[in-house]
């Protein structure tokens, strides 16, 4: 003879029911944070053992910093790695890897541990250096006629070249190409009936590949963006080739605006960051920014008014005394982030490789995260 089980009353089924929808709203809640939305995440700083200086830069993940005698190498949390002392009224510039320092006319050549790999009196006066992957190029001698040399990291000389900046001012040099193969130079013919820039380009160690006059508008900077050089002035951006021939086709009308800051990714566009001229001019006083990026032309309206700005990992971030603020290319509003140290920001100083700002707080020095916020996977 079968048992026949007894049925549930009412009041059982309500609470089994309730049960079940318990555990589906958890399911649907696990299900949206594994596959929606990260929560945003809370900036965090740490203060650096150095007052606020110009002679302040990023250096890959890390931080230089010269304090009048010797230059010191910092990591994100504050802690100082190396020092190398190179002597009163000295200057240098950095890539992420490597790092070429001058003084009257002796050069240095650091590595990333700041041991030199080549030291040497150049026999003038340094005007300035500017280094590559592969090359350091030096400009020495008088103003008006500028030597340009060009050595490898070990101090090899690759290239040297005069007579083409006989009567012109070097205003700066770059390195391009996928190892640093190519060299630009601006140069500034004051010379003659008007000002004039000449943009040159170099095969090192093997050839000139182009020269092209600018025009009287002021050229202040270049971005190499995958096979393409980018070259802004106070009117425009104009694009040229390796070989120093342009794209009449690509050039971008940048009028009123100042090129700040550029993120190139191995593949793809670059990001192009520019503010108000004006706004750029009075000590940062940010409330617009625009965004150029391949056929994307985008403009920002900011929250507040903004002390910097910059880019990282394909991110818009503002810099305003009390927040820092985040949006994406495709975002039509920004994130606030409230800012934790206790002095007001003053100043967005520059980003580091692995997603950091160093912000001034007067004369305070912090690095502080960059932090991605609301993003779906």
Known sequence: MQRVKPKMNRSQALALLFLILVIAGLGVWMIVGLFGQKPATAVTASRLPCPYSETIRPFGD????????????????????????????????????????????????LDQNGQSSYNDNLGETIQFARVGRQYIA???????????????????????????????????????????QYM??????????????????????????????????ITYDVVYENGLLRVINTRQ?????????????????????????????????????????????????????????????????????????TLWNKNVFALSPTALYRAGQNDSRFTAYELPMASRATQLMGTLK????????????YVITLPLGTAKK
């Not at 070990?154 to 009567?167: C, H, I, L, P, V």
């Not at 403009?299 to 008014?305: A, E, G, K, W």
Request: hydrophobic share 40%.
């Open 138 to 180: 030096a400009v020495i001698g008088q103003e008006s006629a500028p030597r340009l040399l060009v050595k490898d990291h070990t101090g090899a000389q690759m290239d040297e070249e005069a007579d083409a900046y006989r009567n012109l001012i070097l205003l700066d040099v770059g390195f391009y190409g996928n190892a640093g």
């Open 184 to 217: 630009w130079t601006l140069a500034l013919d004051v010379y003659g009936t008007a000002a004039n820039t000449i943009l040159n380009t170099f095969e090192v160690g093997k050839m000139n590949t182009g020269e092209v006059s600018l025009g009287d508008s």
């Open 62 to 109: 890390s931080v230089l910093y010269y304090d009048g005698m010797s230059i010191h190498c910092m990591s994100a949390t504050g802690s100082v790695r190396w020092s190398f002392q190179i002597g009163a009224d000295a200057d240098y510039a950095c890539n992420d890897q490597t790092i070429v320092a001058w003084v009257g006319s002796t050069i240095f050549i």
């Open 237 to 309: 951006m104009r694009t040229f080739n390796d070989r120093g021939t342009e794209d009449t086709a690509a050039s971008v009308l940048v009028y009123g605006w100042y090129h700040l800051y550029s993120e190139v990714p191995e593949r793809g566009n670059a990001l192009m960051l520019f503010a108000p001229t004006s706004q750029a001019d009075s000590m940062y006083d940010l409330r617009e920014l625009r965004l150029i990026s391949g056929g994307t032309d985008k403009r920002y309206s900011l929250p507040d008014t903004c002390v910097g700005a």
């Open 354 to 365: 692995s997603g950091k700002a160093i912000v001034a707080c007067g004369d305070e020095v």
